[in-house]
Structure formats: structure tokens, C-alpha cells
């Protein structure tokens, strides 16, 4: 349907969605043409996949052996974690493997793996294409986990990576927002109740094991600095202490660069998806282009995430590699049809698309 006003042709959104999917679709399939290696999906999943896995170890190694310093290795295993999260996106979506099982859930089994803070990748799948049917709505809750639609506080701040205390901390607010739903017949009673009882599986138990391995090593390190100033003379009982040297290899090698790119990825992606007012089935109110100057060291951990999901939003099924390599034209076509770049009043707005002060 055209709405002519003054001889100009106004979109629905609707169309605008169609005519931005046809458009990159179209710049892909130039793309792929002018290198058709990129038609070698598997194939190269799977080299991206070994080459991260390889230098995490190896770096991980390095480090142990007092070769790497401490600081270089969290930040090369954050962002090669980074791209990790990429290629389990990618395989949520089935875009590697698909016919050979066996080797798409043992890479799904390694990324999670390798990613222990983050909820099991299955049941994910479940969560992530709920995010993408009804993304910016109250029953979003796969955006929601990551303090998406909040009011900027400390504790935002504070929880931004965590989404197990951090998810107990929001439980009550986000289960009434969705019997809400329900209520209202915006969500089916049997999606509700699903969505409630993966939210809790999807974390048990490696994501909670992993949380509470470094909520003790970070309040011991805090404790041990208080100590250092004579402000207190706290200490954990021996058995945690010995728990947390057994597990200082883990801590050092996978916790704390997951702790770093966890962050920067929900910082990114919790801000620069909308939340609570985007009008239903409308993808270009569901998110924003983020790629402003001062974000470039956190989308370095998160493989740029702001700067291409929401290419993602409207074509789905594309290798992040693609959409990476392809992200200026489509980012014009973006633009074009009137997606925002780094709206930075989403801050004040608690990711609300509209400003409802004014
Ligand atoms: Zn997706
Ligand atoms: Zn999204």
C-alpha cells in the first residue's frame, strides 16, 4: 500500500523492510560473485572456528609458561572469543553443518565450552529466534538478560555482563511483564511458560558454575586489596582458596576474557537494539547502526557487533564473514531507508525508540 504525498512515494514499513532485504541480498550475491571462495560456507566456518580454538590454546599456553603476559593474553582470547561468538550465532541459525550433525553440534559443544558464561547454545537457538520474531518487546527476553530496555544506573552498569545475579536481580520485573502479555493476548500462556522454564535451564549448570567460580575469585581479590590497606582482615575459608587454585587456569585463560567480551557485547548489543515501544513487525525501529568512535575498543571483542547486526535483523541468513566484508553497501541501503546510526539518546531513553519526555 503507497501513501502519494506532493508526488513523493511514502514506504510502509513493510515495503522498506523488502526493498533493504532485496538490496543487500543483491550486494551479496554481487559479492559472492566477484569471489565465489565465499560460497565455501563450511568450509570456511570451520577454518575461521579451528584457527580461534588454535590460538586461544596456544596463547593460553604462552601464558602459562610465562611467555605472554597476562594482560595480552585476555585481550587476544577475548577477541578471538569474540569471533567464536560469531561462528555459535552463525550455527544457531544452521548456516554451517547443517547435514552433517555430528560436526555441527561438536563445534556448537567447543564454542560454548570456550565460552562458559554464556547460556547453553541449544537452548539459545530456542531464545534467539524468539529475540528475532518479536525483537524490542516485552517478551524479548533473550535482549532483556542483557539489561537491554533499563534505565543507565551502576547497576546496569554492574550487571551488564552477568546474567546470572544479574538475571535474578530483573526475574520478578521481566516474569510480571510477561503474564502481562499474556493477559493482554500479546503472547501465548504456552510461549510464556516455555520461555520461563529454558530461561532457567539455559543456564544450568556451566553458566551458574562458571558466574559463581568468578564472583568468589573476584571478591577474594577484593578482599586481599582491603587486607593490603588494613581496611578489613576478611578471607574466605581454606577449601575456597584451594578451589579457586585448582581453578586458576580456567579462571585466568577462559573467565576472565569471556568477562571482558561479555561485556563489551551486552553493552553493545543492549543498547543498540530498541525496546519497549517498537511498533510490532516494524524491523527498522528494532534496532540502530552503532558504530561510533569511542565503542571501537569494545566491538573490537565482540567482532564489531554494532556494527553489523542490524544488517542481520533483515537478512537473516548470512555468514557474519559476509556481512562483514559487505557491511558498507549494505549499511548505505540501511540508511537509506531511514535505519538509525548511533542514535546516543537510546541512553537516555532507556532504549525506548520514541522520546516520550518531549
Ligand atoms: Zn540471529
Ligand atoms: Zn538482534
Not at 79 to 102: A, N, S
Not at 209 to 236: C, P, R
Not at 298 to 314: A, K, P, V
Request: charged share 20%; hydrophobic share 45%; net charge positive.
Amino acid at each position: 500500500m503507497y501513501f502519494c504525498f506532493q508526488n513523493h512515494i511514502i514506504l510502509t514499513h513493510q515495503e522498506k523492510s523488502g526493498q533493504i532485504r532485496k538490496e543487500i541480498n543483491l550486494s551479496y550475491q554481487q559479492l559472492k560473485r566477484a569471489y565465489p571462495i565465499l560460497k565455501r560456507q563450511n568450509s570456511i566456518g570451520f577454518v575461521i572456528f579451528l584457527i580461534a580454538v588454535i590460538i586461544i590454546i596456544a596463547v593460553s599456553i604462552g601464558w602459562y609458561r610465562a611467555i605472554v603476559p597476562t594482560c595480552l593474553m585476555i585481550v587476544a582470547n577475548a577477541f578471538f572469543m569474540g569471533l567464536l561468538h560469531e561462528i555459535e550465532h552463525d550455527l544457531i541459525h544452521w548456516l554451517y553443518f547443517k547435514k552433517q550433525k555430528t560436526i555441527h553440534h561438536a563445534m556448537l559443544f567447543i564454542v560454548w565450552i570456550l565460552r562458559p558464561l554464556t547460556v547453553n547454545p541449544w537452548i539459545r537457538r530456542t531464545l534467539h529466534h524468539h529475540h528475532h520474531k518479536f525483537s524490542g518487546t516485552l517478551h524479548d527476553v533473550e535482549e532483556r538478560s542483557v539489561t537491554n530496555g533499563e534505565r543507565w544506573t551502576i547497576k546496569r552498569l554492574l550487571t551488564t555482563p552477568d546474567v546470572v545475579l544479574g538475571g535474578l536481580l530483573r526475574l520478578h520485573r521481566m516474569f510480571g511483564d510477561m503474564d502481562r502479555e499474556v493477559k493482554n493476548g500479546n503472547l501465548k500462556m504456552e510461549t510464556s511458560s516455555k520461555l520461563k522454564r529454558i530461561m532457567f535451564l539455559s543456564i544450568v549448570p556451566v553458566t551458574i558454575f562458571a558466574h559463581v567460580v568468578l564472583y568468589f575469585f573476584l571478591v577474594d581479590g577484593l578482599l586481599d586489596w582491603l587486607n593490603g590497606y588494613d581496611i578489613t582482615n576478611l578471607s574466605f575459608p581454606h577449601y575456597v582458596d584451594n578451589m579457586l587454585i585448582s581453578l586458576n587456569l580456567i579462571i585466568y585463560t577462559i573467565l576472565l576474557p569471556n568477562l571482558l567480551r561479555q561485556f563489551c557485547l551486552h553493552f553493545i548489543t543492549s543498547n543498540m537494539h530498541y525496546f519497549g515501544d517498537v511498533e510490532e513487525g516494524n524491523v527498522i525501529e528494532q534496532t540502530q547502526v552503532l558504530n561510533i568512535w569511542w565503542t571501537y575498543p569494545m566491538q573490537l571483542f565482540c567482532f564489531f557487533f554494532g556494527w553489523t547486526h542490524s544488517i542481520h535483523h533483515f537478512v537473516v541468513n548470512e555468514t557474519f564473514y559476509v556481512r562483514h566484508i559487505g557491511r558498507k553497501k549494505a549499511q548505505e541501503v540501511l540508511r537509506k531507508y531511514g535505519v538509525r546510526f548511533n542514535d546516543l539518546g537510546t541512553f537516555k531513553r532507556a532504549n525506548r525508540f520514541r522520546d516520550f519526555s518531549k
